[in-house]
T-cell receptor
Framework: GENVEQHPSTLSVQEGDSAVIKCTYSDSASNYFPWYKQELGKGPQLIIDIRSNVGEKKDQRIAVTLNKTAKHFSLHITETQPEDSAVYFCAAGYTGTASKLTFGTGTRLQVTL | NAGVTQTPKFQVLKTGQSMTLQCAQDMNHEYMSWYRQDPGMGLRLIHYSVGAGITDQGEVPNGYNVSRSTTEDFPLRLLSAAPSQTSVYFC????????????FGPGTRLTVT
């Protein structure tokens, strides 16, 4: 089955700096790679995703890159703000009727003033 | 739409007790699933259902039962709680095949003493 590794487990950045979270996956058949943000006391919420036919996707201050050959993908947050503080999860899976996701272990991001 | 709702928010059980975690969605989603979230382990799939009357095991199904008698509800049953089942449980739902539109509930924090 799929195995997803995520690093780092904790990340502290100053407000305005950039943050990068990296994930690797094992199943070359995976073609869908979402990122979820989980705020304290809430369920995970999808913030951005990328499919295997695309190398990079950007949405305002967040971007995701995918390297299929190396089987890794990354989340980039620029100009970080205190409200970006949360736990971020990557996941890998495949689209289709029987699609499932395998999640990484999470990164706790702390944006300090 | 209320989205995905879960009850209770918190629960403390003694070893050997049984209980049911409730999950409901009002979005007419065929696919529903249960995850558990443990520190350093991310989200792990317990059971899932692709429609009423159909359930299947995920990555960590032991000690849990599910049923899907209606499209809206997907309860998770702990038959004989064990301390290893102390965790935060999340229910999620989506339309069949639309893995990119998965919605999570707010979670149930369960402690087994």
């Amino acid at each position: 089955g799929e195995n997803v590794e995520q690093h780092p487990s904790t990340l502290s950045v100053q407000e305005g700096d950039s943050a990068v979270i990296k994930c690797t996956y094992s199943d070359s058949a995976s073609n869908y790679f979402p990122w979820y943000k989980q705020e304290l006391g809430k369920g995970p919420q999808l913030i951005i995703d990328i499919r295997s036919n695309v190398g990079e996707k950007k949405d305002q201050r967040i971007a995701v890159t995918l390297n299929k050959t190396a089987k890794h993908f990354s989340l980039h947050i620029t100009e970080t703000q205190p409200e970006d503080s949360a736990v971020y999860f990557c996941a890998a899976g495949y689209t289709g009727t029987a699609s499932k996701l395998t999640f990484g272990t999470g990164t706790r991001l702390q944006v300090t003033l | 739409n209320a989205g995905v709702t879960q009850t209770p928010k918190f629960q403390v059980l003694k070893t050997g007790q049984s209980m049911t975690l409730q999950c409901a969605q009002d979005m007419n989603h065929e696919y529903m699933s249960w995850y558990r979230q443990d520190p350093g382990m991310g989200l792990r799939l317990i059971h899932y259902s692709v429609g009423a009357g159909i359930t299947d095991q995920g990555e960590v199904p032991n000690g849990y039962n599910v049923s899907r008698s209606t499209t809206e509800d997907f309860p998770l049953r702990l038959l004989s709680a064990a301390p290893s089942q102390t965790s935060v449980y999340f229910c999620a739902s989506r339309k069949q095949g639309r893995v990119h539109e998965q919605y999570f509930g707010p979670g149930t924090r369960l402690t087994v003493t």
